[in-house]
């Protein structure tokens, strides 16, 4: 739902104003094929999608690590670059999205707290409301809710991304 607000509100602006309008000079066909991609990785960043990005990126190394052995790779990596182009905007997107533990400690741990504030929040609105509460405050303090979130989000997924995107390991390191 937030995210859908967030690239429909994201319209609404681009359209609400000739100034705002970084599209207008585009022709027609442009125009949807980019919105379609802006509101692809829009979506990435839930976190349903999560896991489709850490299998796809182990696909991605895969494909990687055995091209050599394969006398079609270069066929192969540009079929394989046009089908999963998309793919790999939203995994861009998606890691940046959870990006924070990787940060340097001090803006990592103000975030943080921020983040962990808003979903106490919403844990005592849906204990208001006599909902399943989803962050309780009183059972869940930040350093548990950070460690589970380093051990089995950001950990599996960055070391991923650390072999896929040689570069940028330096996210994991700092993660570490």
């Not at 207008?24 to 692809?40: G, L």
């Not at 001090?106 to 919403?122: G, H, M, P, R, T």
């Amino acid at each position: 739902i937030l995210e859908n607000m967030h690239i429909s509100e994201t319209f609404k602006l681009i359209n609400s104003n000739e100034e705002y309008n970084i599209f207008d000079k585009v022709d027609m066909n442009t125009y949807k094929q980019i919105r379609k991609e802006m509101i692809s990785c829009v979506l990435a960043t839930d976190m349903t999608f999560h896991n489709f990005y850490v299998d796809f990126m182990k696909e991605q190394i895969n494909i990687t690590n055995n091209k050599n052995n394969d006398k079609d790779s270069k066929d192969n990596k540009d079929n394989k670059d046009n089908k999963y182009y998309q793919n790999y905007m939203n995994l861009l997107i998606h890691s940046a999205d959870i990006s924070n533990p990787t940060k340097p400690f001090d803006i990592y741990f103000k975030w943080a707290k921020l983040v962990v504030n808003e979903f106490y929040e919403q844990g005592d609105k849906e204990k208001e409301l006599g909902l399943v509460c989803s962050c309780d405050r009183n059972k869940t303090t930040i350093y548990q809710s950070q460690l589970g979130f380093i051990n089995f989000i950001e950990i599996p997924f960055f070391s991923l991304f650390a072999d896929l995107f040689k570069k940028l390991n330096f996210y994991f390191e700092t993660l570490n």
